[in-house]
Nanobody, 126 residues
Framework: QVQLAESGGGLVQVGDSLRLSCAAS????????MGWFRQAPGKEREFVAAISRSSGYKYYGDSVKGRFTISRDNAKNTVYLQMNSLKPEDTAVYYC???????????????????WGRGTQVTVSS
């Protein structure tokens, strides 16, 4: 079983950048496809980005394409989410998740993921 811990959230201004990190422990991260999701108050959990085990496949939600970049460093057991040109609508709790079942392409729905972190708050102020 893998444990996930997000960090890097905070309060920023419109147009700023943030980099979120998701550190894994318990098992090597290279065994998992990884995803980032977010959830704003009163809304459903939304897909943000996903990356395959070897970084060969990356997917993004429509609302973040061109602004966010997902990456991973399996040697450091860490996944990153670089967020640029932040907007107020990016305000949410951001979660990372791990999926052990997908071998090639990473999943894009929350129910497909097996393990979740506790989340980190991102607030974008206008």
């Amino acid at each position: 079983q893998v444990q996930l811990a997000e960090s890097g959230g905070g309060l920023v201004q419109v147009g700023d950048s943030l980099r979120l990190s998701c550190a894994a422990s318990g098992r090597t991260l290279s065994s998992y496809s990884m995803g980032w999701f977010r959830q704003a108050p009163g809304k459903e959990r939304e897909f943000v980005a996903a990356i395959s085990r070897s970084s060969g496949y990356k997917y993004y939600g429509d609302s973040v394409k061109g602004r966010f970049t997902i990456s991973r460093d399996n040697a450091k057991n860490t996944v990153y989410l670089q967020m640029n040109s932040l907007k107020p609508e990016d305000t949410a709790v951001y979660y990372c998740a791990a999926d052990q079942g997908s071998v090639v392409t990473p999943p894009r729905y929350p129910y497909e993921y097996d393990y979740w972190g506790r989340g980190t708050q991102v607030t974008v102020s206008s």
